[in-house]
């Protein structure tokens, strides 16, 4: 069984990005916060759109750690640059979760990759990665524990499969931006899950909360 986590930080409205992209939200607790759950990790995933928009290398650095996850993107179109930190940056433990479609589409991205040691998962027909597949695999890869630092699609994307959301709330309001969940939506709220908060902390700083929501057992999308 993998459990998956989403970490991330957003203002009151529920953004984590102004309209024009700006995601910087995190106070210096708040990123000592995420490296530990990067320690935690086995697998530390990004989207497509962060990995152009942010170029983040996803290593640990702010805390103490033993060794780096894999660190990993998730692109069912195979569009992110082949020049990114994850790919270029020692150590090389990266990964790229990806459909038929993307590599069908580039087909010489893909095989660069594999010349650089990156793992290339293939995980459904496409554009959109199959979850259920794609976290089988990882499992038999000995994946337990998965940490996503989602832009809002692939949080949507995985939230049939999330178990813990760990959010920091920060008092700014956005106004318009990126969601921290993006997707179709639901027509119902008995449709949705249930996360119920199991821990809240006030940060040092003065201007955030961390709340940690646990999945409500026997819930259905």
Known sequence: ????????????????????????????????????????????????????TDDPGLFVKRVPCKRQPLRGVVDGRLS???????????????????????????EWKYKYFKSLGVEVLVAGKGPEVDWGRALE????????????????RLN???????????????????????????????????ESPDFEPSAAKFCECGRCIHVTWTRKLHTSI
């Open 137 to 152: 695999e990882l499992g038999s890869k000995g994946v337990r524990k998965v940490l996503v630092e989602g832009g809002g």
């Open 156 to 190: 949507w994307s995985l939230l049939k499969y999330v178990n813990t959301l760990e959010i920091t709330y920060v008092g700014k309001v956005l106004g318009a931006g990126t969601n921290l969940f993006e997707g179709e939506g639901f027509e119902r709220v008995d």
């Open 80 to 106: 992110v640059p082949h020049d990114l930190r994850l790919f270029r940056e020692w150590p090389w433990t990266s990964l790229v979760v990806t459909t038929v479609e993307g590599i069908r589409n580039n």
């Open 1 to 52: 069984m993998i459990e998956v986590v989403i970490f991330s930080t957003a203002s009151l409205d529920g953004r984590i990005a102004t309209k024009s992209g700006d995601s910087k939200l995190s106070c210096e607790n708040d990123l000592r916060l995420l490296h530990k759950w990067r320690c935690w990790s086995d697998l530390v995933l990004v989207g497509a759109n962060t990995a152009k």
